[in-house]
């Protein structure tokens, strides 16, 4: 045997003799999610308690510590109280607890901006989530919304943070970024989707969160997780061109953790 066979031979047997490293689990760098759709059966998100566990379960395995869980609330599908949605975290608290995942749960909305939201601002009844009280709220998908900045301005006053949920996903902002930024002047912030990254929702959508990433547009980062098939979302997130930007954000999941 020359040197080189009996260099290449001890190699093999060094890298025999080693344990096993663990496969690599990719990690979450912020640990609160506040955005998804976990409690079963209250909107479109998921079905059964079975698939709200497992999306928990993956979402605690890439560190995510918090999740503040957002169903809808809208006049017309999904008119869910104040009432009906904390009684869902408490069972969603317990069963947590009783299945030994390392989460912690709260439910806020994420709330469409129509006649009931503004039954709800008025009477003072939204749930909103952090020290700051953000409200997460979406407009339609048919036509930019009227009275927007109207809105976030009585939030504010009323002492609320607006957060406006994938202002992505709007393709009446998609070729004019003049709204959001007076949206942005006006004191609203905004939540990127992780999907929005991935091209998950098409190529516009991942176009305009491009142009929010640079625009250094985003403050908060969310899953929107409805079922467990968007649990391949994250491996895609962190390989996606452009996560090195996301990086650079100055992300707010992070002063919700201990919260
Ligand atoms: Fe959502």
Excluded at 130 to 158: C, D, M, S
Excluded at 231 to 239: A, E, Q, R
Aim: aromatic share 8%; net charge negative; hydrophobic share 40%.
């Amino acid at each position: 045997m020359n040197i080189a066979n009996q260099v290449l031979s001890q190699l093999r047997a060094l890298v025999r003799n080693q344990p096993a490293s663990p496969p690599l689990q990719p990690t979450c760098y912020w640990q609160t999610d506040i955005h998804s759709h976990l409690l079963p059966g209250v909107d479109d998100g998921v079905t059964s308690l079975e698939d709200a566990l497992t999306c928990l379960k993956q979402l605690s395995a890439w560190g995510i510590q918090r999740v503040i869980t957002t169903p809808h609330v809208s006049q017309d599908w999904h008119p869910n109280t104040q009432a009906s949605l904390l009684a869902g975290q408490t069972m969603l608290r317990d069963v947590v607890a009783e299945h030994q995942i390392p989460i912690t749960i709260d439910v806020a909305a994420e709330y469409l901006l129509d006649d009931l939201f503004l039954d709800l601002l008025r009477a003072d009844q939204l749930l909103s989530f952090g020290q700051q009280k953000y409200v997460l709220f979406e407009t339609g998908w048919a036509a930019a919304p009227r009275f927007v900045n109207e809105i976030i301005f009585h939030l504010l006053a009323q002492g609320y943070q607006p957060l406006l949920a994938h202002p992505e996903r709007y393709t009446y902002y998609h070729t004019d970024l003049k709204p959001l930024a007076e949206l942005r002047k006006a004191g609203c912030l905004f939540q990127l989707n992780w999907g929005s990254m991935t091209g998950r929702y098409g190529r516009r959508v991942q176009a305009q969160a491009h142009r929010l990433l640079t625009n250094k547009w985003v403050d908060f980062m969310g899953s929107d997780m409805h079922r467990t098939a968007d649990l391949d979302l994250f491996g895609k997130l962190i390989t996606s061109a452009d996560y090195q930007l996301l990086q650079q954000q100055p992300l707010r999941n992070q002063e919700l953790t201990t919260t």
